[in-house]
């Protein structure tokens, strides 16, 4: 079993930047591709971002490509999400998740799932 913890979410201005982080603990997430999702309030939550086991390969939602870059750091056991030019619309809780199906912009494939991070952005 895997568990994960995000952090780094906070209050920010628009165009400012965060890094969020998720750690996990009971099992290396080494041979998981892992991915960030987003729920606003009132809102389904939406893909963010994905990366794969190696961190080659990463995928963006088209809301956020470009402002954001999702990371792994496999001997630490964490993944991050750095967020730069932040808008009001990228407010919500931001979720990590861990999947054995390879990278994927899909919530079903992903079977871990932290309890998110708080993110809201002012204008």
């Known amino acids: 079993q895997v568990q994960l913890v995000e952090s780094g979410g906070g209050f920010v201005q628009a165009g400012g930047s965060l890094r969020l982080s998720c750690t996990a603990s009971?099992?290396?997430?080494?041979?998981?591709?892992m991915g960030w999702f987003r729920q606003a309030p009132g809102k389904e939550r939406e893909f963010v971002a994905t990366?794969?086991?190696?961190?080659?390969?990463?995928y963006y939602a088209g809301s956020v490509e470009g402002r954001v870059t999702v990371s792994r750091d496999n001997a630490k056991n964490t993944v991050y999400l750095q967020m730069n030019s932040l808008k009001p619309e990228d407010t919500a809780v931001y979720y990590c998740?861990?999947?054995?199906?390879?990278?994927?912009?899909?919530?079903?494939?992903?079977?871990?799932w932290g309890q998110g991070t708080q993110v809201t952005v002012s204008s």
């Open positions: 009971g099992r290396t997430i080494s041979t998981y591709a």
């Open positions: 998740a861990g999947t054995t199906s390879g990278a994927t912009m899909s919530s079903y494939h992903y079977t871990w």
């Open positions: 990366i794969s086991i190696s961190g080659r390969y990463t």
